[in-house]
């Protein structure tokens, strides 16, 4: 066998290195496109049209809708509200459903309780709790707010007060409202401005409310995480110590619905703030199915915290309290490990800055195709952005509510801005992992043509509805 080698001039492989650092170079700089959460890459080949992007382990975009199970056509800019269950985890859920079937005694006096025991594990430490023992699973933010809400009102006299901002959930106001006329303490709310400039408005609606509510009567303070209208990231760990240098004995609650996946929580070095009670939703951003959401309490803040069923089971502790609640189904609650298992096929890191990315990508967009305003900088949204829509005039944004969920096969989250002297109206849009870019143009585009429309509907002046 004779080999032939062949030989190089310096100057051949001079430019054999220069080529191959380039493509290098190129290689590395794709890499760091994608994992840069404020960049989408150019589409792949993997979506059709708009944008995409390929990380080491999955690409984003219109190729994860195959993923989920939305009907032919139908873009989900509204994932914020429901969430959407991927089909490996709907599957896990059947197959949890089966074996309850299957065994019925063995089910609800065994098997689900291992199940359980187990999401609760990786749930506490995804969360970052000390221990699984603070963490119980509740089937939504709701139902874990009401549990701390009622066990606290024992407290509470005539003349406490317990905190909300402006920006509170619906949930947190009304039960508030029913436990205040119940037990008679007061209820106090704090209006937040928007649009925000960062996080120091948060800061000064803390201060006010240090100023507005004697210290020794503020006994509760009620916080989300992430706002649902407007879609903010709350700095509820330095408001929690802002609040408790003054008020040490402050229950802080945080809800948490829109939290989990779509930011990091520890729930840990949020005790170390003075924070004792957190709750967050799995079905809206985890992946997990609707009905799965967990309840953290710390330790020394457990006692008196109930399930707001109370089973034959009794309360043991705090965890078994919560642990069985009755004959229900549990599969929902058992399948949040399926959605883990879909989150670290596609990389969790990687779906975070991925989702972020593209909601700031959207919320540029738009405030230029439509000359508004985003009511935040991008550093205070996460999966979330809020448009000014380029109109003051009720009929035509309920024109374009109807239009998009009666024409255009989508949901527009449509709200007003409180506390402003002119209508604002704004849109609350939600990016994904099967959305692109080009979703959100489309949106912008089809906001501009319902505008173009000659006349205003048929019809009298409507409350603007809305259920985020």
């Not at 319902?450 to 002046?461: D, E, I, M, Q, T």
Request: with cysteine.
């Amino acid at each position: 066998m004779t080999v032939i080698v062949r030989r190089f001039s310096v100057g051949q492989w001079a430019a054999f290195y220069f080529f191959l650092l380039i493509f290098v170079a190129t290689a590395m700089e794709e890499a760091q496109d994608c994992n840069d959460k404020s960049s989408i890459q150019e589409n792949t080949g993997d979506g059709p049209g708009g944008r995409t992007c390929a990380t080491g382990k999955a690409s984003f975009g219109h190729v994860r809708r195959e993923d989920f199970s939305f009907a032919p056509g139908y873009v989900n800019i509204n994932h914020g509200s429901f969430g959407a269950t991927p089909k490996s985890v709907a599957e896990a859920q059947r197959g949890h459903t089966a074996n309850m079937e299957a065994r019925p005694d063995a089910w609800f006096r065994t098997d689900y309780k291992v199940v359980v025991n187990d999401v609760r594990s990786k749930l506490a430490t995804y969360v970052g709790a000390d221990d699984a023992e603070e963490l119980v699973l509740v089937e939504n933010a709701s139902s874990g707010v009401n549990a701390v809400l009622r066990a606290l009102q024992y407290s509470l006299g005539k003349d406490d007060v317990v905190a909300v901002l402006s920006t509170a959930y619906a949930m947190v106001s009304n039960t508030l409202d029913y436990l205040s006329k119940e037990k008679g303490f007061k209820v106090v709310t704090v209006d937040v401005p928007f649009p925000v400039s960062g996080e120091e408005d948060f800061f000064a609606v803390a201060a006010k409310l240090l100023e507005d509510v004697p210290v020794e009567r503020l006994k509760v303070f009620v916080v989300s995480h992430i706002t649902s209208v407007p879609a903010i990231i709350v700095p509820i760990r330095e408001m929690a110590i802002i609040l408790k240098a003054r008020a040490p004995a402050l229950h802080i609650i945080v809800d948490g619905a829109h939290a989990l996946g779509q930011i990091p929580i520890n729930v840990s070095n949020l005790e170390s703030a003075g924070i004792d009670y957190y709750v967050a939703n799995g079905h809206k951003w985890l992946y997990s199915p609707k009905g799965s959401a967990f309840l953290w309490v710390s330790k020394k803040a457990q006692t008196g915290i109930v399930p707001t069923v109370v089973s034959s089971e009794g309360l043991r502790s705090f965890a078994d309290g919560f642990l069985y609640t009755g004959t229900r189904d549990y599969t929902a609650f058992c399948s949040i490990g399926a959605a883990f298992d879909y989150r670290n096929t596609l990389g969790d890191p990687e779906i975070r800055a991925y989702i972020h990315g593209l909601a700031a990508a959207a919320g540029r967009l738009l405030q230029s195709m439509w000359q508004t305003r985003t009511v935040a900088p991008d550093r205070m949204i996460g999966n979330m952005v809020d448009v000014e829509l380029p109109t003051r005039d009720s009929e035509k944004v309920a024109e374009i509510r109807d239009a998009f969920l009666n024409e255009f096969n989508m949901y527009l989250v449509v709200y007003q801005l409180s506390g402003s002297e002119l209508p604002q109206y704004w849109t609350r849009l939600s990016a994904q992992i099967y959305l692109e870019l080009s979703d959100f143009e489309n949106v912008g585009n089809r906001v501009l043509e319902v505008l173009a429309r000659p006349g205003k509907p048929n019809r009298s002046s409507e409350e603007i509805i809305l259920k985020p």
